[in-house]
């Protein structure tokens, strides 16, 4: 979705470091969806933001966001390989009820 | 409980042929949805049904493609006449009701088409 824009589009991170992606939306957000998708698998929910300034951690994930700027973050914290994966943040718009766009996603790539 | 699950899990067909693919959505989930997700184009929005409303259709790429929900559970995607831009991972996702809600995805059927 050119209303979703998603950066990095990859990044490789040494085990035990931090990493963040970040998705900016062109429009109002209603919501803000972050999934993980591993190659030959579905997307699996991670956080769902709704409220400017809102964050959310679980485990080494945490996710912000940013009311004015319509952006999002998500931040992960000492790296390990089971963070690998492509994330996609998604969206809800107001003017488009049940329809989540996707920003392009990141691929995450965890080296030893 | 189960979650989402999609048949098959891979299909390969000539172009010019139609396929079918299934989706069985979590039980009790009102609302079931369509995406299709491709090298290039990322994840896009193909077309969703909610209870017994006529499904939102304004995703869906040409009039080569088609989408019904049996009873309010299993859906089938039909693409008839495939062609070679067709080839993608066809993901289907459900939720207790449509609107705002987390949508819990399936695995996805990655179609190619030669």
């Known amino acids: 979705s050119q209303e979703l824009e998603q950066s990095p589009q990859s990044l490789i991170v040494q085990e035990g470091k931090n990493l963040t992606i970040n998705c900016t939306s062109s429009k109002t957000l209603y919501g803000l969806y972050w999934y993980k998708q591993k190659y030959g698998e579905g997307l699996i929910f991670l956080m769902m933001?709704?409220?400017?300034?809102e964050e959310k951690s679980h485990e080494k994930i945490t996710a912000k966001l940013d009311e004015k700027k319509q952006q999002s973050s998500l931040h992960i914290t000492a790296s390990q390989p089971s963070h690998a994966g492509i994330y996609l943040c998604?969206?809800?718009?107001?003017?488009?009820?049940?329809?989540?766009?996707f920003g392009a996603g990141t691929q995450v790539v965890v080296t030893p | 409980g189960a979650g989402v699950s999609q048949s098959p899990s891979n299909k390969v067909t000539e172009k010019g042929k139609d396929v079918e693919l299934r989706c069985d959505p979590i039980?009790?989930?009102?609302?079931l949805y369509w995406y299709r997700q491709s090298l290039g184009q990322g994840l896009e929005f193909l077309i969703y049904f909610q209870g017994n409303s006529a499904p939102d259709k304004s995703g869906l790429p040409s009039d080569r493609f088609s989408a019904e929900r049996t009873g309010g559970s299993v859906s089938t995607l039909t693409i008839q006449r495939t062609q070679q831009e067709d080839s993608a991972v066809y993901l289907c996702?459900?939720?207790?009701?449509?609107?705002?809600?987390?949508?819990?995805f399936g695995p996805g059927t990655r179609l190619t088409v030669l």
């Open positions: 933001l709704q409220k400017g300034g």
């Open positions: 039980s009790g989930h009102t609302a």
């Open positions: 998604g969206a809800y718009y107001t003017d488009s009820w049940g329809k989540l766009q």
């Open positions: 996702a459900s939720s207790p009701s449509s609107g705002y809600n987390e949508q819990f």
